[in-house]
């Protein structure tokens, strides 16, 4: 056996060593450590490099491995046109901004139209589908924030040196699924 096939032999068993005893002790929060290039899967990766695995483009951000296609359609969702979609007018007033990540007009465009439905009296059906909406909205923030955390502590942490962590034992599926009920049982309770 050559001194490098040696070498990886001892690193493995130590490591399985460790996370046996981690897994008997019961201590399934706690980490080991795999060092890096040890397989395909943990190759390394610094801060802020892009790479495609599993059909899905990754980068490294503050230390932890993220889908970057995910992030880029959040931000996407979030940014502002030049042009108000409705009255086709620059957004340039201070007011646009917040009205537009709501309402996706500029500011004016939606104070015409609250003008409007008050006037006829559907203000508050109208306002109580804003809320609603924004509900909706928190829901399927969190559940996917939720499956972000699932996904992280599956793929892996990269610590400040490089090496790549891993969580012993696995996550409580079920349990992550019943605080994903509670929390959205509660969120659909605040609907108006
Ligand atoms: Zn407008």
């Given at each position: 056996m050559s001194q490098k096939v040696a070498g990886l032999k001892k690193e493995f068993?130590?490591?399985d060593v460790e996370r046996l005893r981690n897994l008997i002790k019961?201590?399934?929060g706690d980490k080991?450590?795999?060092?890096?290039?040890f397989s395909k899967a943990d190759e390394f990766y610094a801060e802020g490099d892009i790479w495609e695995a599993d059909g899905r483009t990754w980068t490294i951000k503050k230390g932890i491995k993220q889908n970057i296609t995910k992030l880029d359609t959040a931000k996407k969702a979030h940014?502002?046109?030049?042009l108000c979609p409705n009255c086709k007018k620059v957004m340039k007033n201070r007011n646009d901004n917040t009205y537009y990540k709501v309402h996706k007009t500029c500011f004016?465009?939606?104070v015409l139209k609250e003008d409007k439905l008050k006037r006829e009296g559907k203000w508050d059906e109208y306002h109580n589908g804003i809320i609603n909406n924004e509900i909706d909205n928190k829901i399927k923030d969190f559940k996917l924030w939720i499956q972000d955390?699932?996904?992280e502590s599956n793929s892996g942490h990269v610590s400040e040196d490089g090496d790549v962590e891993r969580w012993v034992g696995k996550i409580n599926k079920d349990k992550v699924d019943d605080n994903i009920k509670d929390v959205v049982e509660y969120l659909?309770?605040?609907k108006k």
């Open positions: 068993q130590e490591r019961g201590k399934h080991t450590r795999s060092s890096v290039g940014m502002m046109p030049l004016r465009c939606v955390k699932v996904e659909e309770s605040l």
